[in-house]
């Protein structure tokens, strides 16, 4: 029997949300170049997930949020999520005051908040992350 070694690449996407409207970053690079994203990245060696959400939002648009505020929406691990390769990521959600202002930063070509109910069309698998984070913001606990 022959035995199959995958490569998967570790990340962390944050649904950053703002008086209901949802941050997305305009893509800089392939793939995706140009479309809208979910802030987010690569966790680096040493580093959590949650710790690396937190790095990417404040590298990629300037906000800067504990940690500890964000909430693990769920794990997206979907053999073709994105045309490189194999990449997993672990998508958080946090609620940023209404007067928090961001800039496109490390990666990122520019940032909008888009209202939550219309961000669609996202690059790679963020739509369904969208989806999801929208969903847990309104289903009764």
């Known amino acids: 029997m022959t035995e199959i070694f995958e490569t998967i690449r570790y990340t962390a996407d944050v649904v950053c949300i703002r008086d209901g409207a949802v941050l997305l970053i305009e893509r800089g690079w392939p793939p995706h170049k140009g479309q809208l994203a979910l802030p987010g990245g690569h966790v680096d060696p040493g580093e959590t997930s949650r710790t690396a959400a937190a790095r990417e939002l404040l590298e990629e648009t300037g906000v800067h949020v504990d940690p500890w505020d964000l909430s693990l ?7 073709d ?3 490189r390769g ?4 672990a998508a ?3 609620t940023v005051p209404a007067d928090t202002t961001a800039q496109a930063g490390d ?3 520019a940032v909008s908040w888009i209202p939550l109910d219309t961000a669609r069309h996202l690059a790679f698998d963020h ?3 969208v989806t999801t984070a929208r969903y847990r ?3 009764p606990f």
């Not at 929406?73 to 053999?79: K, L, N």
Request: aromatic share 12%; proline share 8%; glycine share 4%.
């Open 73 to 79: 929406i769920g794990i997206y691990d979907a053999p």
């Open 81 to 83: 999520r994105d045309p």
């Open 86 to 89: 194999r990449y997993v990521t």
């Open 92 to 94: 958080y959600l946090v």
């Open 107 to 109: 990666d990122a070509a």
């Open 127 to 129: 739509t369904d992350i």
């Open 137 to 139: 913001l309104h289903a």
